[in-house]
Nanobody, 124 residues
Framework: QVQLVESGGGLVQPGGSLRLSCAAS????????IGWFRQAPGKEREGVSC????????YYADSVKGRFTVSRDNGENTVYLQMNSLTPENTGVYYC?????????????????WGQGTQVTVSS
């Protein structure tokens, strides 16, 4: 059973940075994809970024390109989302999701596993 644990959220001022982590366990393959999604209060969950592990391909929502970077820790099954130049519009609960396949744009194809989420609040 795949398990995902997000961490790294918090309160940050506009213009600040945070690094989110998604620690994945319960699988043995080196071929998988992890996506990051944000759910703002009263809104639908939306894709932020995705990484396909075996080839390192990455995808970003237009609103975060140039500010967010998704990466993988080579020694661990942990994926990071480095978020810079944060704005209040980036506020929300951030979730990671796992797929045994690849990123289809911002969506990990066939993803069925989700973490519990971590709250990010950007406010002065």
């Amino acid at each position: 059973q795949v398990q995902l644990v997000e961490s790294g959220g918090g309160l940050v001022q506009p213009g600040g940075s945070l690094r989110l982590s998604c620690a994945a366990s319960g699988f043995t393959l080196d071929y998988y994809a992890i996506g990051w999604f944000r759910q703002a209060p009263g809104k639908e969950r939306e894709g932020v970024s995705c990484i396909t592990i075996n080839d390192g391909s990455t995808y970003y929502a237009d609103s975060v390109k140039g500010r967010f970077t998704v990466s993988r820790d080579n020694g661990e099954n942990t994926v990071y989302l480095q978020m810079n130049s944060l704005t209040p519009e980036n506020t929300g609960v951030y979730y990671c999701t796992f797929s045994y396949y690849y990123c289809s744009g911002l969506w990990p194809y066939g993803s069925t596993y989700w973490g519990q989420g971590t709250q990010v609040t950007v406010s002065s």
